[in-house]
Structures are given as structure tokens and as C-alpha cells.
């Protein structure tokens, strides 16, 4: 009985280098001496694959903010847009074979960008952009982020993340101060894009978030930031000598499910040892 017993433990632990594979349980892998102790036990070596590391896949979807940030200063607020969604992929590795947190995501998304330009409460006055006060743009959007992942217990885990990302500004809309409403020279621009208007966008985006894991599934609450490397338009569209710049500054909160293709869980060495030590002291006591 006692060598049937070591005899699925060998087992479990050949069973952690693989990937949701079969295992024959009834097959010797190594042979065990006469006495089995705690001693012989912490004497094994035997190779594993570090947990966590796995693929991922899942969706997710939520609410965009647009805020900008433009030279010369403007007054803005916060614009919010929705729905926002996409995909991304998950990798977890363990880099250079110690840290085992590390991770890359990349995936494809539906985005806005835009501004919006507050009243001044002293003044009564608010900025315009070419008559406009208010401008969304739709943007599909591709991103490669590096992925940090920190697991607490089981079924929990924070997560951090930087990259770059590109998109291409498919649609514009803008909404008109009143002064400008009336004059067809404005209202022409009010859903086209100007030919001084830059299409293509790009620049870094991070976040940080916290996940629920009930393998193979996993469930992600993400707040991200993304900050534009270029400019809504020409800075020299008005003057070859006095440039103006505007660059999306966004917000993004969304939840994600993720399906896990390769399975999360593994044991370390000291966790299967206590494994087995645990066995042989039952079957001892029994």
C-alpha cells in the first residue's frame, strides 16, 4: 500500500511538467529505497514548470475619457465616450528563469479620442478649436504591453502594465460654439476631417488592475492611461511661425474575461515536497 502511494505522488509530480496532459499513474518513474523520511524526501530534485506560467485570451469592455493637453494651455474637462472594447492576448512567462511575474499582453481595440473645452468661470469665456468646443473621434487601435503580475493566494492577483500603442482616427464629429453655428465656412467641418488634420496616432499607454481567477477562467477590473505622441493636427496649420500643439490624454475603466488555454496552476518544489510528506504521515497515522 505504501508503495502504491509513493507511487501516485511520483506521479503528480510528473504531472506538473506538462500541459492538461494524461498521465499514467500506475508507471514507475524512479525507484525508492526500502525506508522512505522526511529526509530522503527534501534530498529529491525534481523538475517543474514554475507556476504561472501560461497563455491567455479573453475580451473586455467599458467607458473611455478623453481629457487632451494642448500648448498654448487650454481649459478642458473630461469627455467621456462609450462603448469601448477589444481583445487581448496574455503570456506569462518567468524571464531569464527567476522572475516569475513577468508577462506581455498585445490585442486590438475600439477607442476614442476627442476634448472638450470647459467655460471659464471668471471670464465666461470658453476655447474653440476652428469653431468647435467639443470633438470625438473614433480610433481603432493595436497595443503591445509588458505585463507585471503579483498573485495573493489562489484566486486573486494585481496586475500592471506599459507599452505603445497605434490607431487611425476613422471618424470626427464636433460641436459648434454659437458664434460659430451660422457660418457655413465652419459647418462644413462639422463630421470631415480638414486637410491639416493628422489621421494617424500613437504613443504609450499603461494601467493598472486586479483579477478574480476561477481556472480557467479569470475576470479583470483594468483603469489605463494613454498618452498621445501626436498631434490632433499641423502645429503650423495657422502660422509657419507660431505653432500649436494638441495631444490626446485619455482614461479608460473596463472589465475583461479571460479563458486560460494552458492551465495557471503549478507547484514548486517545497510545495510538492509538503504534498508528500503529508501523504506519508497520513498513511503512517492510518
Known amino acids: 500500500m505504501m508503495r502504491k502511494l509513493l507511487t501516485l505522488v ?7 511538467t506538462v500541459s492538461r ?3 499514467d499513474l500506475e508507471a514507475e518513474f524512479f525507484s525508492l529505497p526500502d525506508t522512505v523520511s522526511n529526509a530522503y524526501l ?3 530534485s525534481i523538475q517543474v514548470v514554475r507556476p504561472n506560467d501560461y497563455w491567455m485570451v479573453g475580451v473586455y469592455g467599458g467607458i473611455s475619457l478623453q481629457y487632451g493637453f494642448f500648448n498654448p494651455t487650454r481649459n478642458t474637462q473630461w469627455l467621456p465616450q462609450m462603448p469601448m472594447y477589444g481583445f487581448s492576448v496574455v503570456r506569462y512567462y518567468t524571464m531569464f528563469g527567476r522572475f516569475a511575474n513577468m508577462g506581455m499582453e498585445f490585442g486590438a481595440q475600439m ?11 471668471e471670464t465666461g469665456y470658453r476655447p474653440t478649436e476652428s469653431g468647435a468646443y467639443q470633438v470625438r473621434m473614433q480610433v481603432p487601435e493595436a497595443f503591445f504591453l509588458s505585463h507585471f503580475h503579483f498573485d495573493i493566494g489562489e484566486y486573486f492577483k494585481l496586475m ?16 459648434l460654439d454659437d458664434y460659430y453655428a451660422e457660418d457655413t465656412k465652419y459647418q462644413q467641418y462639422e463630421h470631415a476631417f480638414r486637410d491639416y488634420d493628422k489621421r494617424w496616432t500613437y504613443g504609450v499607454q499603461g494601467g493598472v488592475g486586479m483579477a478574480l481567477m476561477f481556472n480557467p477562467f479569470e475576470f479583470h477590473l483594468t483603469a489605463q492611461i494613454k498618452w498621445g505622441w501626436e498631434s490632433f493636427w499641423k502645429p503650423d496649420y495657422a502660422s509657419p511661425y507660431y505653432y500649436r500643439f494638441g495631444y ?4 479608460a475603466v473596463t472589465f475583461g474575461v479571460y479563458y486560460q488555454l494552458t492551465p495557471r496552476y503549478g507547484h514548486t518544489h517545497a510545495q510538492l ?14
Do not use: H, T, W
Open 10 to 16: 511520483a506521479g503528480l509530480m510528473a504531472a506538473c
Open 21 to 23: 496532459a494524461q498521465v
Open 42 to 44: 527534501d534530498s529529491l
Open 111 to 121: 477607442n476614442y479620442e476627442g476634448y472638450e473645452f470647459k467655460v471659464n468661470k
Open 160 to 175: 500592471a502594465k506599459v507599452g505603445l500603442y497605434g490607431g487611425y482616427r476613422l471618424n470626427i464629429n464636433r460641436l
Open 248 to 251: 490626446p490624454l485619455d482614461a
Open 273 to 286: 515536497k509538503k504534498l508528500a510528506r503529508q501523504m506519508v504521515e497520513q498513511q503512517q497515522n492510518e
